[in-house]
């Protein structure tokens, strides 16, 4: 029996979608929906090793999805075939700590968080009413970024703010990536032939997006990301952590607060230090001698480097850790500063081993490294298809 589940991450303005059979977990389509709302839209779909593209206006989330019913009606697979639809969510507060059935209750408390995740929770919210509408004869699930963190110790996610004005408003750190993170960890635990929960680990996903998660007894005990995603790490184009006090500081000196949060999010991180926010761009400009690139290439590990440390004395010790993500599979300059700099904790690292790229999971420590260090790729999008799997055999 096969059961293909339609996954898909909705943007302001894009969607990108795949359909994973999720009994045997193979891939049967991916693509790319982009530029909606704009003059030009156009869908990029992929199935059986072909290539399929269309260009329109699609004027919204709607549009986009009637288009994609077309593009499966003319190139496949069959969208009656499709059991199931699970949708990337970005914020679901406290409420939800895993991937649930989404009826009109789902979809108003998306609404009640989207002071939250404004950039995020509204796109999302369009997306699922799209799909709905476009499938409405199967179940859709909401699976959610936050929920691996549900359940952090309480000692992680409060902040040390009056706490009247914390409960008012919600305030505290709920984390993000958690499918990758949950992903991950349970894949390194795997191929390391141990459990997940006789191991402390440490994940850093570093893509364009960047946080780090601690794991212990099976289950998350911290995580970079905050309330926001702008918390933690450098990352792509986000400040990650900087004083709160800059933003007010901001303010007074005449930023609008839509101006600042753009600031924080859109313009700051590695392309705010240096103009670029590829790695592969910024080791090309390290390498010509471009000063602002090796400055902020060593504010980046030098955050990454605090984060670990911190995490092994949370932890108490550390098992293994590993390297996910654009960055994290792909650069091994970053992955060998950042062990050099942790070699006296038991980072010791297989200089060859770090320059392979396989594509699979893989080990870059030496044999006797009291740290086991991985290269794991993340998939977001299989471990989405497993917990549809599980919500509808529950
Ligand atoms: P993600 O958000 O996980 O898709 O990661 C995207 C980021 O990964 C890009 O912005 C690059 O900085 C980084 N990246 C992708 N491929 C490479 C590569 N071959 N070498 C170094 N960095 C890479």
Do not use: W
């Amino acid at each position: 029996m096969s059961m293909p589940i339609l996954l898909l991450n909705a943007g302001s303005s894009s969607i990108k979608y795949q359909v994973i059979d999720a009994e045997d977990e193979t891939v049967l389509a991916t693509g790319l929906i982009e530029r909606i709302g704009e003059a030009s839209s156009t869908i990029k779909h992929k199935t059986q090793g072909e290539t399929f593209e269309a260009a329109d206006r699609y004027a919204d989330h709607t549009e986009a999805l009637a288009a994609l019913v077309a593009m499966f009606d003319a190139h496949g697979p069959r969208l009656a075939n499709v059991q199931a639809v699970g949708h990337r969510t970005v914020h679901g507060g406290s409420k939800f700590d895993r991937t649930v059935l989404i009826d009109d209750e789902v979809i108003q408390a998306l609404v009640d968080l989207s002071p939250l995740a404004p950039l995020h929770n509204p796109p999302g919210i369009a997306g699922i009413k799209a799909a709905k509408t476009a499938l409405p004869d199967v179940p859709h699930y909401a699976i959610f970024d936050t929920a691996f963190f549900a359940h952090l110790p309480e000692e992680a996610y409060t902040y040390a703010i009056d706490r009247t004005v914390a409960k008012e408003l919600s305030i505290r750190r709920y984390g993000f990536h958690g499918t990758s993170h949950n992903f991950v960890s349970h894949r390194m635990a795997h191929f390391l032939g141990r459990h997940h929960d006789e191991l402390k680990m440490i994940v850093c996903h570093l893509g364009n997006g960047a946080s780090v998660s601690a794991i212990a007894g099976g289950k998350p005990i911290e995580t970079s990301m905050g309330l926001t995603p702008l918390q933690g790490l450098v990352m792509g184009t986000r400040t990650g952590d900087i004083d709160p006090g800059v933003v007010a500081y901001l303010n007074r000196s005449g930023m609008s607060v839509p101006d600042i949060d753009n600031l924080l999010n859109k313009k700051s991180g590695m392309l705010g230090l240096c103009g670029k926010n590829d790695f592969r761009d910024i080791g090309a400009a390290i390498a010509a001698g471009d000063a602002d690139a090796k400055l902020a290439f060593d504010v980046y590990i030098h955050r990454l480097v605090f984060y670990i440390g911190g995490y092994m004395a949370l932890l108490g010790g550390l098992d293994a850790i590993a390297f996910t993500a654009g960055v994290g599979e792909n650069d091994a300059t970053v992955r060998a500063a950042v062990c050099e700099r942790l070699h006296t904790l038991g980072f010791h690292l297989d200089a060859p081993r770090n320059e392979l790229r396989t594509g699979r999971a893989h080990i870059i420590s030496t044999d006797d490294s009291p740290v086991t260090i991985c290269v794991v790729p993340t998939n977001e999008e299989l471990q989405m298809a497993r917990e549809v799997k599980d919500a509808l055999e529950a």
